[in-house]
């Protein structure tokens, strides 16, 4: 919870999936917004109820695990004061290969592998709701694929990072290939490259 420390971020929306296993050592904060769940609403469901619960006109999504330098988010705010078109901008797996530019935010190297996680910001009014049909491991390609259509997206080059409680994460090659024929079907309906 490091991010409610920064000044740059306004409030913090926690979705809590399973409150009989989330911690209970989680800080009162003006900033926290905790949502709890009796049932497990997946992650794509969990961003969509996010960004109607957010404040701010940008939003950050990211692993309640991940570890990086929190920096970032002074950049971020700079970066996109200075960038007028922008879609999506931050850490996803595809990034490169599907046009985005590279950004490198003048950040101190940390002590984090660069490893898996998700980190990634969106203008709130960009938004796109990830339909329900959307495969739990494709909710980010969807989102940064459609806003590809309407803006530049841009890929955080130099930022190490990790997801160290990561029960998932770590082994989604094999759910991935699992759900690909589901994604290009997806693909072909909503007019999106693969």
């Not at 109607?52 to 940008?58: D, L, N, Q």
Request: contains cysteine; charged residues 15%; glycine residues 4%.
């Amino acid at each position: 919870m490091q991010c409610l420390q920064n000044p740059h971020v306004s409030d913090c929306v926690l979705i809590d999936n399973d409150h009989a296993h989330a911690p209970d050592n989680l800080p009162a904060h003006h900033k926290l917004n905790r949502i709890n769940y009796n049932t497990n609403l997946f992650v794509n469901p969990s961003w969509n109820l996010g960004v109607y619960e957010a404040k701010s006109p940008i939003m950050c999504f990211q692993n309640d695990d991940i570890q990086f330098d929190t920096h970032i988010y002074d950049h971020v705010v700079q970066f996109t004061q200075h960038t007028p078109n922008w879609g999506m901008l931050g850490l996803l797996r595809d990034a490169c290969a599907h046009g985005a530019q590279g950004v490198h935010m003048p950040l101190a190297q940390q002590q984090f592998p660069n490893g898996v996680g998700r980190l990634f910001f969106v203008q709130r009014q960009n938004w796109i709701d990830i339909p329900a049909e959307i495969p739990i491991n494709y909710g980010d390609f969807f989102q940064w694929r459609m806003q590809a259509k309407r803006q530049d997206n841009y890929f955080i080059c130099n930022l190490p990072h990790d997801t160290p409680d990561s029960q998932t994460s770590r082994f989604f090659t094999h759910v991935y290939a699992q759900e690909s024929e589901q994604w290009l079907q997806i693909c072909d309906k909503y007019g999106i490259d693969s």
